[in-house]
């Protein structure tokens, strides 16, 4: 059984600067509520960066996409992202407001999947994401979180599951949060849709990064997930901190 007050206390130990985990992988994969759990174990901040790709998508609307890369510019710039509370608490503020159930529709992940594939938009959020890692220890949940905005992170996890498996955790997600019933094969298409997206377009693909840890969720409860990455960051920064292992 991990001790996450023995991995708090080696993280702390060895440097006071703020500190990133990753959890990267496609929706469904389960990277939600590990990285809100790891958050409040570990008593970091939580980044959830679908949710600032997804309020840029709510905030400029459908078809943003297709406008120009100055207008994009102009736009972003006058957006300002922050962090309150802690561990799986955290809020993500922009403009001094925290961001709404809203983003979670269906049609603004698809608008923020398209708003993904611009390089504009990428460059900008990915400078926001590492000054939010320059002032909080985050576990930071997206895409390209081990691959291009913290690539010198030292505990990278890259999560993945089948689409059929993804597609009724979301049904279950719909029916628990909002008491719809949504079908599951309209789920699976819009979530394969999505990754044909993330993980085709040329900008930052979802994909593993070669140092990430990659775990297949399908056929794992949530807490055996929790435990496998507590139990790799403690065995790792056990090997760090006694030379004895690395003798052995
Ligand atoms: O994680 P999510 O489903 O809320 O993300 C919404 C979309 O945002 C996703 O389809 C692709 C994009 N995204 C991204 O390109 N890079 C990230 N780091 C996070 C999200």
């Known amino acids: 059984m991990a001790d996450t007050l023995e991995i708090q ?8 600067s703020p500190q990133v985990i990753t959890l990267d992988g496609a929706a469904g994969t389960g990277k939600t509520s590990l990285s809100r759990s790891l958050a409040s174990l570990l008593g970091f901040n939580y980044l959830d960066t679908g949710a600032m790709y997804r309020s840029i998508a709510l905030r400029l609307g459908e078809g943003a996409w297709l406008r120009s890369g100055p207008w994009l510019e102009e736009q972003l710039a006058e957006l300002r992202f922050s962090l309150t509370g802690s561990g799986e608490e955290t809020l993500l503020v922009l403009d001094g407001r925290p961001v709404g159930e809203e983003i979670r529709r269906e049609e603004v992940g698809m608008w923020a999947s398209k708003l993904a594939q611009l390089t504009v938009v990428r460059e900008h959020l990915t400078r926001c994401q590492r000054d939010l890692g320059n002032s909080f220890s985050l576990v930071a949940e997206g895409r390209d979180m081990g691959t291009v905005v913290f690539p010198g992170a030292q505990f990278k996890y890259f999560l993945f599951a089948d689409s059929e498996e993804r597609a009724r ?3 279950r997600q719909i029916r628990e949060e909002y008491g719809k019933e ?24 979802l994909r593993a990064a070669e140092d990430a840890v990659s775990v297949d969720t399908t056929d794992k409860a949530f807490s055996q997930v929790l435990h496998l990455i507590l139990e790799d960051m403690q065995s790792r920064l056990g090997a760090i901190q006694d030379p004895a292992h690395h003798r052995g």
């Open 182 to 205: 949504a079908d599951l094969s309209e789920i699976r298409q819009d979530l394969e849709k999505r990754d044909r997206q993330d993980s085709g377009r040329s900008l930052a693909p």
């Open 9 to 16: 206390k080696i993280l702390k130990e060895r440097t006071t």
């Open 169 to 171: 955790r979301r049904q």
